[in-house]
C-alpha cells in the first residue's frame, strides 16, 4: 500500500491489531510470548526479503525500520500495488492498470471494511458456527462450515464485487465516507455452495421477505453490543443460483481481510451485502433492519435531486443491482505513445444483475464512438473483458473514454451521474490520458 502515514497511524493507535492486520495469523502467537512467530513472521520475511535471524527477539507491534524509514512503496503481504484510503478500519483500492487480470488476484482485490476484523489466526475453519434463523426460518439450525462443505453440492464462480461507494470521489458537493476513486471493484473466483441450499434446508416460511446476515467483526467504538454492518438482500436475490456462502477465492482459502473463513457473496449488487466472517443468516418477515441497513446507508434518493439538497429519510431507496459501467486496464493512465502507432486497449465491463450487450470507446472526448469487442462472461454476474485498438490523426494530448451499455440498453453516463447524498453508485465513463508524440 501506497502510504507510509497509514502506516504509522496503525502501528500508533494499536500495536497488536496493527500486527494481526499487517502479518496475518499471529496476534495471539505474540500476545503469550511476546515475540513474532509463525505466519506472521513468514509475511514480514517475504515483504523484508531477508529472512530475521533473530525473530525470537523481535517484539509484536514493532514497525521494522526497513519498512518504517524507507521512502519506497510499502505493501501489506498478500496485498500489492493498493492504496489505503483508511487504516481503521482498512479500506485500499487497486489502480486501473492493476485490475487488468481477467480474475482478480487476491494480491488485487481491495478491501473494505466497516469495523474490526475478527482474529481467526487459531480457528478450525470447519468447526466456524453458522447460525440459520429468523422470524421466517421454519427449522432454525446451527451448521458449522465443515457440515456446509459435506451437506451441499460445491460450486466454483466467477462473480464481480463492487463497492457501492466506488467512484464517491469524483461527487460534487463531495459525500463523506471512503473517498473511492475506480478502484472498489474485483472479479474473483469464489468456490462454495449455493444460499439457496441451505435456506431450503431450514425451511423458508411463505412470509419471508429479506434474508439478512450477521458476523463476527466488532464495532469501531469497541461496544459489543453494537454490529459494524448486518446487510441482506431480498428472498428472490437470496435464492437466486449465484447467491452463494464461500470459503475460497481463486482455489484458496478466504485471505482474512476478505472473510477467513467463510463470507456471503451476492453479486451484482453493493458488495456490502456480502457479508465477511459470516456467523448468522436471518430469514426475515420484513426488510432486514441491520446495522448500515435503514437511515441514509446504501440508499439513494428514490427520485433524483439537485446537487446538494438533503433528503429524508423515508425518501431513500435501498439501492439493488449496481449500474452498467466498465474500467480501462491496460494501459495506464498516462501512457505515451508515438504518432503513427496503433494503441491496443483492453478492460472489462459489468452491469450489475444484467449483462454487457456492447463496448464503446472514444478518443475525441465523446464526439465519435468506435465498437470495442466484448466477450462473454464466465457465467452470470461475471465481468466481460473488452479489447480494442485506436490510431490518433496528429500529436498531442487525447482522453481514451470509455462506455459500456447493458442488455436494457443503459449506457455509462459521460459525466456524473444523479449526484446522491451518500456519493453511490458512479458509473461515469472511466478516462485515461494519452500524450501521442510526434
Ligand atoms: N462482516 C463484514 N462484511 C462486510 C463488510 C464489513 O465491514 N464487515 N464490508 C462490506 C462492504 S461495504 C464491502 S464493499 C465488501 C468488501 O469486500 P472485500 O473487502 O472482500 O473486497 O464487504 C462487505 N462485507
Ligand atoms: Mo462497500
Redesign the pocket.
Known amino acids: 500500500m501506497t502510504e507510509k502515514k497509514g502506516l504509522h497511524e496503525l502501528y500508533a493507535k494499536n500495536p497488536e491489531q496493527a500486527d494481526d492486520l499487517m502479518w496475518g495469523r499471529k496476534v495471539k502467537v505474540v500476545s503469550r510470548r511476546g515475540f513474532m512467530t509463525g505466519s506472521g513472521l513468514a509475511a514480514m520475511t517475504a515483504v523484508l526479503g531477508a529472512s530475521i535471524p533473530f525473530a525470537r527477539f523481535m517484539p509484536g507491534g514493532l514497525i521494522p525500520a526497513a519498512l518504517a524509514q524507507s521512502e519506497e512503496t510499502f505493501s501489506i503481504p498478500g496485498k500489492s500495488g493498493l492504496t489505503i484510503l483508511n487504516d481503521r ?1 482498512i479500506n485500499a483500492e487497486t489502480p486501473a492498470h492493476l485490475l487488468d487480470d481477467p480474475v482478480t488476484p487476491a494480491s488485487r ?7 474490526i476484523p475478527p482474529s481467526t489466526w487459531d480457528i478450525d475453519p470447519l468447526e466456524w458456527q453458522i447460525t440459520i434463523e429468523g422470524e421466517a426460518c421454519e427449522r432454525p439450525q446451527l451448521m458449522t462450515l465443515g457440515d456446509i462443505q459435506r451437506r451441499f453440492k460445491h460450486h466454483t464462480l466467477q462473480l464481480q ?1 463492487e ?2 461507494g466506488n467512484g464517491r470521489s469524483e461527487f460534487n458537493p463531495p459525500a463523506k465516507g471512503n473517498q473511492w476513486s475506480t478502484g ?1 471493484i ?1 472479479c474473483p473466483e469464489w468456490t462454495g455452495v449455493r444460499l439457496r441450499d441451505i435456506l431450503e434446508e431450514c425451511g423458508i416460511a411463505d412470509n419471508a421477505v429479506y434474508v439478512g446476515y450477521e ?3 466488532s464495532h469501531l467504538s469497541g461496544d459489543p453490543t453494537k454490529l ?2 448486518s446487510r441482506g438482500v431480498p428472498v428472490s436475490k437470496a435464492l437466486e443460483n449465484e447467491s452463494m456462502v464461500v470459503w475460497a477465492m481463486n482455489g484458496e482459502p478466504l485471505p482474512e ?3 477467513f473463513p467463510v ?1 456471503m457473496l451476492c453479486a451484482g449488487w ?3 451485502v ?4 459470516l456467523t448468522r443468516i436471518l430469514v426475515r418477515d420484513r426488510v432486514h433492519d441491520g446495522a448500515k441497513m435503514t437511515g441514509q446507508s446504501y440508499r439513494v434518493p428514490c427520485k433524483s435531486v439537485a446537487p446538494g439538497t438533503a433528503v429524508a429519510d423515508q425518501d431513500m431507496c435501498i439501492i439493488e443491482s449496481m449500474p452498467v459501467k466498465s474500467l480501462i486496464t491496460f494501459p495506464k493512465s498516462g501512457v505515451e505513445v508515438s504518432l503513427g502507432k496503433t494503441l491496443q486497449l483492453r478492460g472489462h465491463a459489468w452491469a450489475g444483475d444484467s449483462r454487457v450487450k456492447s463496448m464503446t470507446v472514444s478518443i475525441d472526448f465523446g464526439a465519435t464512438w468506435k465498437k470495442a469487442k466484448l466477450k462473454k462472461p464466465a457465467n452470470r454476474l461475471a465481468w466481460q473483458h473488452w479489447s480494442a485498438k485506436v490510431d490518433f490523426p496528429e500529436a498531442g494530448y487525447y482522453e481514451i473514454w470509455a462506455r459500456a451499455e447493458d442488455d436494457e440498453g443503459r449506457a455509462q453516463p459521460m459525466v456524473l451521474p444523479g449526484w446522491n447524498p451518500r456519493g453511490y453508485l458512479n458509473n461515469a465513463c472511466h478516462r485515461l490520458a494519452v500524450m501521442v508524440k510526434a
Open positions: 478500519p482485490l481491495f478491501v473494505r471494511n466497516n469495523g464485487i463497492c457501492g472498489a474485483g458476523a463476527a467483526d459494524p454492518i481481510l476478505h472473510g463470507r453493493p458488495a456490502s456480502s457479508g465477511k466472517w
